[in-house]
């Protein structure tokens, strides 16, 4: 399995300091992160390096300053109810911050760096920040209990005020933070039994809904600053390529146009008001040397794939002799599946608002990866990482796209050239047609069944861009040669398979630039396994649910949602003509999940989706309505992939350009959709963001499969594939 190592075995240390304007100031601290000056017994006071902090002032409110970012998942509720658990405050005395750009302080124990994705914070979080909510809780008891000179044991902490039983004496925690902010830091804590928790579990509001309502949330693309003005961009069609020429005087002719930028692949036009600058972009009118990638285009890529993926990989996992098993197999099957391009297409489209001056520089903007961000713009201008102001944005979609800076590098280039704040928004057709793209993925399976219609050989060959080596470097294995996201979920699956060999190889398209997507490695390897694992079924004439159970019987926590699943959704009863029930499996960021989809495919080959039924185990439940929107937000952005999504490529140019050919799933194409969360407090915790993203295809692929006898092997599926006899 590829669980993450629990966070139970990573020790925590915490250290306390009075925050100069009174109050308690607590930070958390990793000691993968300890400083060595610390180690050695000398002052924490400007050496401490926590991954997050908690200020509770004289009024006794509560700040969260929180390491990862709000992107629309949800994570700065799941994560103070983590602290106001063992801190024992009200959700209404919780109050959150972004945290500024520093990896010393703020970096992920799981990612190596002050990112937020990979469905890692929730996992990040569990133990550590419930360890600094106990300890702070500690500290204003025993302050409390100072100041009555009574033994700590006979107080209790509830709704932020300290109470003693005996004499019925009770002090808020705003009077007792200067007094505790004294105490040293206990450096053990017990934290509650799972059977205590009066939050953690617990339905619980988000905290982030009241200012999305009203209106008062503030996006990036909603700042607003004095004397700010407003871009927008047109980078060269083709990647590679450069602006030959613009018409200029036609752009600054546009009534409102202030500004234009020419740099050697893009050009901006800066006006008072969006549609100045819109309408002076096209008034330019651009003249681009598309360069060396003018000839890519899809079926060059495929082909180029194709030819990869007959080559020899690095291998990823290996056992036993599944070359030998499959030739002697009774029955083998020997396939292809192929994934797209995809687009990332976040509601709220790319946009960065930037001030650079010559002893400084701010940034607006939302992004994943404050840190990058921040260095980004001093690669640009020339000034220091510390002078330069990141102000982090709540922000309307993410889905991986906010894990690079490459817009922010250009917002960067651009405004070295302004003397004013300036904010920069891509348009819709800017946004997909220079995104970075999820990769094209190209695999090759064979498998062999034995007479009683066991698996009894295995061969996955991956072929692909890969991310990491581009975004990570250090996280490639194997002297570089692997990429362990390229592989994650065919490396390791659920089952328990005897003869089996997967390899991976590497082929970078030209004039594509690849990047996380939601689900990342997941999204495209549970399609392919659980798609060949329900070929199998067939070919053996087995149930697809009872072909699975049988393999396992090593891994109870996947047979339980198994059978979750199945029994909720009427797995064996009858299907209407035309209508069929699809099963998936998968074991990904930690958490188990099982899905049963309920399809029908009409006569004219069109895909109409009734039901979903999806059962989860993640471990200990922290906010259950956080767990479901997810699941089923993933749900819908995994059948959108399965059913529409593609980036195409001609003459070396993206296709597509907006909604109406990179189109969404629709409100009255959606599905009922039941999410059975399993709590599993004795559980290792994983995550839960990108799970329901990546087991939708396989689910409906296998669902469409019953319904009609066609196998698709390629995604999307409404490309004319069923539209035939």
């Known amino acids: 399995m590829n669980a993450v190592a629990p966070l139970a075995s990573r020790r925590s240390l915490l250290k306390g300091a009075a925050v100069a304007g009174g109050g308690l100031l607590l930070g958390l601290h990793l000691p993968r992160l300890a400083r060595a000056a610390e180690a050695a017994g000398a002052p924490a006071t400007g050496m401490f390096a926590p991954n997050a902090y908690i200020r509770i002032d004289q009024a006794g409110t509560v700040t969260l300053i929180m390491p990862d970012t709000e992107c629309g998942q949800g994570i700065w509720t799941s994560t103070a109810m983590l602290l106001a658990e063992e801190l024992e405050v009200g959700m209404d005395q919780v109050r959150l911050q972004a945290a500024p750009p520093d990896n010393k302080l703020y970096a992920s124990p799981l990612l190596g760096e002050q990112a937020t994705g990979g469905s890692a914070s ?3 979080d569990w133990k550590p920040l419930r360890e600094a909510g106990a300890a702070a809780r500690t500290m204003l008891v025993q302050a409390a209990a100072t100041r009555w000179s009574v033994d700590p044991a006979g107080c209790v902490a509830a709704h932020a005020v300290v109470t ?6 009770s002090l808020a925690y705003g009077a007792l933070v200067d007094d505790a902010a004294l105490l040293p830091v206990p450096s053990d804590v017990k934290l509650k039994d799972a059977g205590a928790f009066r939050l953690i579990g617990t339905p ?35 990647r590679g390529g450069r602006l030959v020429s613009i018409n200029e005087a036609a752009a600054r002719a546009v009534p409102g146009v202030r500004d234009v930028v020419k740099l050697d692949d893009v050009y901006a036009v800066i006006g008072d008001h969006m549609w100045a600058a819109k309408q002076g972009l096209q008034a330019a009118a651009p003249v681009w040397d598309d360069g060396p990638n003018a000839g890519v285009s899809s079926a060059s890529l495929t082909h180029a794939l194709d030819a990869a993926s007959r080559t020899e990989g690095v291998v990823a996992t290996h056992a036993g002799d599944a070359a030998a098993a499959i030739k002697s197999a009774a029955k083998s099957i020997d396939v292809v599946y192929e994934l797209p391009f ?29 840190v990058r961000a921040q260095m980004a713009v001093a690669a640009e201008t020339g000034l220091p990482p510390e002078k330069i102001q990141v102000h982090n944005q709540i922000m309307g979609g993410a889905f991986g796209r906010r894990l690079d800076v490459d817009s922010i590098t250009q917002a960067a280039r651009i405004a070295r050239h302004l003397d004013y704040p300036v904010k920069l928004i891509w348009t819709r057709e800017e946004d997909i047609q220079h995104d970075l793209y999820r990769p094209f993925y190209y695999d090759r399976i064979s498998a062999g069944l034995d007479a009683k219609g066991a698996i009894v ?20 294995k194997q002297g570089g040669r692997l990429d362990p996201d390229a592989v994650e979920g065919a490396a390791e699956t659920p089952y328990d398979l005897p003869a089996h060999h997967v390899e991976y190889v590497r082929a970078e398209p030209p004039g594509v630039t690849t990047l996380w997507w939601r689900g990342v490695g997941p999204t495209h390897n549970v399609f392919v396994v659980e798609s060949v694992i329900d070929e199998l079924a067939a070919a053996a004439g087995r149930d697809p649910v009872a072909f699975r159970r049988g393999m396992l019987s090593k891994n109870p926590r996947a047979l339980a949602v198994l059978n979750l699943a199945a029994s909720k959704s009427g797995w064996g009863q009858p299907s209407p003509s035309g209508r069929g029930r699809g099963v998936a499996l998968q074991f990904a960021f930690g958490s188990y999940l099982a899905a049963v989809l309920d399809a029908e495919v009409t006569a004219e080959g069109s895909v109409r989706i009734h039901r979903a039924d999806v059962a989860v185990d993640c471990g200990p439940v922290v906010n259950p309505d956080t767990i479901r929107a997810q699941i089923e937000g993933g749900l819908i952005f995994g059948l959108t992939m399965a059913l529409y999504s593609e980036i195409t490529l001609s003459r070396g140019r993206v296709d597509q350009s907006n909604f109406h050919d990179y189109r969404m799933m629709r409100i009255n194409e959606a599905p009922v959709i039941e999410v059975h969360v399993v709590d599993n407090p004795a559980g290792s915790i994983g995550g839960i963001g990108e799970t329901g993203t990546a087991i939708a295809a396989p689910a409906l692929a296998n669902a469409i499969f019953a319904a009609s006898g066609r196998r698709l092997r390629r995604i999307p599926f409404a490309t004319g594939q069923l539209s035939s006899a």
């Open 122 to 124: 929730t996992r990040a």
């Open 164 to 169: 003693h039983a005996a004499s019925g004496r």
């Open 204 to 238: 619980q509001k988000r905290l982030d809904t009241p200012a999305k309502v009203n209106g008062r949330a503030i996006y990036g693309i909603d700042v607003k600053l004095p004397g700010l003005k407003i871009g927008t961009v047109s980078a060269c069609p083709v």
């Open 342 to 370: 995809l687009s990332h297409a976040p509601m709220e489209p790319i946009n960065t608002t930037i001030h650079v001056r010559p002893d400084g520089a701010e940034l607006w903007v939302g992004t994943q990866v404050p």
């Open 457 to 476: 050989g295995w061969s996955h060959r991956v072929t692909g861009s890969s991310v990491m080596a581009r975004w990570a470097p250090p996280g490639m």
